[in-house]
Each structure stands twice: as C-alpha cells, then as structure tokens.
C-alpha cells in the first residue's frame, strides 16, 4: 500500500486550456474525495465518491469541471476552459466505508495536484 | 451551520517551548467527529487525531496532546517539548453525521514555527 497517488504534482497551463488530474486511492478504500487548498486557506469539498457513484458535489464546481470514477478505483478530475481562478493545489483523498473499523472518516490525502493558470 | 475556527493565524516558538493550537467548532448536532490534520511543507495533508463527540476524553500521544472540552466547543492541540519538526500548518476540521453529508468543514489552519 503505497498511499495515495496524484499525478501530475505539478500543472502549469494557459488560460483557457483544458487539465486533467489523476488520483489512485488506496486500494481498499471506497470512498474517494476531492478537495481544492488555496494559500493561505484551508481545503474546500468538491466532490466525493462511494465506489463509482458520484454522491455529492459542491457548488463549488462549477459546469468547467468534471470528476469520474469509472471503475471505482482510480479517479481524474478535469478542468474545461481553465481561468486563473482555478490555479490552487487540488487534493484527493480517500477512506473506508463508514463502520470500517476505527479508520472509519478518517481521510487519507495524497500530496495535491498544484495547478498555475497564467 | 458548521464552523471551524481557528483563531491563529501563526505562532512562532523557540524549540523545546510548548504550544497550544486552539480549535473553537460550531455545530447543532449531538453526533459528530473532530480531526486534527498537520500539512508540513511538502503539502501532503497528515491525519493526525480523530475524536467523536461522545468521548471526551483528552488523549496523549507521544509529545503530542489534544483537549476535548464539548462546555465551550472546544479541541485544543498541545505540543510539548517543540521540535523544528513540527514546523508545519495544523488544521482543525468538523464533521457531522447528518443525512449524506460526507464533507469536513476546516479551519483556516494555524501556521507554527518552530525555530532551533
């Protein structure tokens, strides 16, 4: 179990391009997450997944973004159109299913995805 | 509505100085989970404690030591003995049991120093 992967660490684009980010959570966690951190801030909730069903989304994410979880394992998020309000580091995470032990909500974070729009 | 609130921005300490990182939460529910994470400079966000609302006991765990205190919203996170280790952000989060809400609400995070 290496932990959880993202990939790229680091994503440098011009306004109005398209990015993809990955994540691959930990093997036997179902539940996976995506955060965005901004300077300064602490992380805000995107989205969130049980297995591949996309339960929750904030508001935060906007029609530019999309997140998937096609096989209920690894993860990619997608930002359309890209603005310079979109540059901040992009967190995954993942956990157990609820009542798992005592790892239960506990969040397991990979090192983020730091997206630049210039 | 849930809330998180961490009241320093930033501490600075001399080695070997104890620490205490506030934690003032706001929520209407009887059922809920609080978490301490630390993110150090490499920005990977690093679990450290979780404490569910019916145990109020304080917990000790090496130099680290957190207290609960559900009287006035409080969860409090001592570091005894500093180490320039420790330099990192610490965040306090919130998360409740309600219907399908799966999200944590977090503090702003407290930037330590630790300084040799």
């Known amino acids: ?118 | 509505a849930q809330k998180v609130t961490q009241a320093q921005t930033e501490i600075s300490v001399v080695e070997k100085e104890d620490v205490t990182l506030d934690c003032v939460y706001e929520t209407r529910d009887t059922t809920y989970y609080l978490f301490w994470y630390k993110q150090p400079p490499s920005g990977e966000l690093v679990f450290l404690i979780r404490r569910n609302s019916f145990d109020e006991q304080n917990e000790i765990s090496g130099r680290y030591s957190w207290n609960f205190q559900k009287s006035t919203s409080s969860f409090n996170f001592t570091i005894t003995a500093s180490q320039v280790v420790d330099s990192a952000v610490y965040f306090c989060a919130l998360r409740d049991n309600a219907g399908n809400n799966r999200k944590l609400i977090w503090g702003l995070g407290t930037s330590l120093a630790v300084n040799p």
């Not at chain 1, 966690?29 to 069903?53: D, I, K």
């Not at chain 1, 906007?62 to 690894?74: H, I, L």
Request: with cysteine; hydrophobic share 30%.
């Open chain 1, 1 to 118: 179990d290496t932990g959880v992967s993202q990939d790229p660490r680091h994503k440098i684009t011009k306004r109005g391009q398209n990015v993809t980010f990955r994540c691959d959570p930990i093997s036997e966690h179902n539940r996976l997450y995506w955060y965005r951190q901004t300077l300064g801030q602490g992380p805000e909730f995107l989205t969130y997944f049980q297995n591949e069903a996309q339960l929750e989304k904030s508001r935060l994410l906007s029609d530019r973004f999309s997140a998937e979880r096609p096989k209920g394992s690894f993860s990619t998020l997608e930002i359309q159109r890209t603005e310079q309000g979109d540059s901040a580091m992009y967190l995954c995470a993942s956990s157990e299913r609820r009542g798992a032990r005592s790892g239960a909500n506990v969040l397991t974070f990979g090192a983020g995805s730091r997206l630049t729009v210039l």
